[in-house]
């Protein structure tokens, strides 16, 4: 079975760093590419960033790119999302997701990020 | 980017009621196109990916149909369990972008 599972979510300051993680089993991660999208609550889904199946390239969104790094361990199944010079806007839902060709067929659950003084 | 426009925002609708969401891309993304339901407080689930192809183990009732810059999903008789939130989503170029949701309420 399939299993994403992010954490590192939590309450931290405007201009803070926070390194969210996504542990990934039940199929062979190294093959994927994984994408991070976000959700401010009770608002609409929004891309952040994806990375390759051997963590050699990355894209981000506008509002991230230069603050945010995508990055991967094959050998622990693990992706990860390093936040950094956080800002108020940054408060969302961030979710793992498995691209399976084109598609985010496979989501975590979700960790929350909020940035507030 | 490609901007993704979903009608309506909103619908309110019955059981066993015909429901069409459309969607409509700022330029031609050719088939790239996807439909994911969310409910509260969960993560969002894959319906119809490539505009047409349903994800294995989504009932058939649900169904999308569209190419170019036109989309549509359709769910032939609605649920209870399909009371939801509805996103299209474009992955013809990066950044891959979703519209804006459409929610299905119950009449």
């Known amino acids: 079975e399939v299993q994403l599972v992010e954490s590192g979510g939590g309450l931290v300051q405007p201009g803070g760093s926070l390194r969210l993680s996504c542990a990934a089993s039940?199929?062979?991660?190294?093959?994927?590419?994984m994408h991070w999208v976000r959700q401010v609550p009770g608002k609409g889904l929004v891309w952040v960033s994806h990375i390759n199946s051997d963590g050699s390239t990355t894209n981000y969104a506008d509002s991230v790119k230069g603050r945010f790094t995508i990055s991967r361990d094959n050998a622990k199944n693990t992706l990860f999302l390093q936040m950094n010079s956080l800002r108020d806007e940054d408060t969302a839902v961030y979710y793992c997701?498995?691209?399976?060709?084109?598609?985010?067929?496979?989501w975590g659950q979700g960790t929350l990020v909020t940035v507030s003084s | 980017d490609i901007q993704m426009t979903q009608s309506p925002s909103s619908l309110s609708a019955s059981v066993g009621d015909r429901v069409t969401i459309t969607c409509r891309a700022s330029q031609s993304i050719s088939n790239y196109l996807n439909w994911y339901q969310q409910k509260p407080g969960k993560a969002p689930k894959l319906l119809i990916y490539a505009a047409s192809n349903l994800q294995s183990g989504v009932p058939s009732r649900f169904s999308g149909s569209g190419s170019g810059t036109d989309f549509t999903l359709t769910i032939s008789s609605l649920q209870p369990e399909d009371f939801a939130t509805y996103y299209c989503q474009q992955s013809y170029s990066t950044p891959w972008t979703f519209g804006q949701g459409t929610k299905v309420e119950l009449k």
């Open positions: 997701a498995r691209d399976s060709g084109n598609d985010h067929d496979y």
């Open positions: 039940g199929f062979t991660f190294s093959s994927y590419w």
